[in-house]
């Protein structure tokens, strides 16, 4: 079974930076697609930021020119930089790894969630 473990969050006075990261259990390159999530109190979990396998990266245009996702794979860690943080930036932040199946639907893994707070 694949663990992803979060760890990084917390509470950051607005303008502030937080590094979060993701711990896998296995070799990262196993998964083709890495991904940060974030779900804001009362509403639905949405995309941060893609990291593929050919470190091709995506961001949600919130985010693009203040956060950076990256990975070690040495490390098997995944890592979100976060940069210029903003009170809309509150929310539990998830890790997602993404691993592909010939002929067969692909499988999700999911972190528990690290909690950032963006408050002065």
């Known amino acids: 079974q694949v663990q992803l473990v979060e760890s990084g969050g917390g509470l950051v006075q607005p303008g502030g930076s937080l590094r979060l990261s993701c711990a896998v259990s296995?070799?990262?390159?196993?998964?083709?697609?890495m991904a940060w999530y974030r779900q804001a109190p009362g509403k639905q979990r949405n995309l941060v930021a893609t990291l593929t396998n050919g470190d091709y990266s995506t961001y949600t245009d919130s985010v693009k020119g203040r956060f950076t996702i990256s990975k070690v794979n040495a490390e098997n860690t995944l890592y979100l930089e976060m940069n210029s943080l903003k009170p809309d930036d509150t929310a539990v932040y998830f890790c997602?790894?993404?691993?592909?199946?010939?002929?067969?639907?692909?499988?999700?893994?999911w972190g528990q969630g690290t909690e950032v707070t963006v408050s002065s």
């Open positions: 296995r070799n990262i390159l196993y998964f083709q697609t």
């Open positions: 997602n790894a993404v691993e592909l199946r010939p002929g067969k639907s692909p499988n999700l893994y």
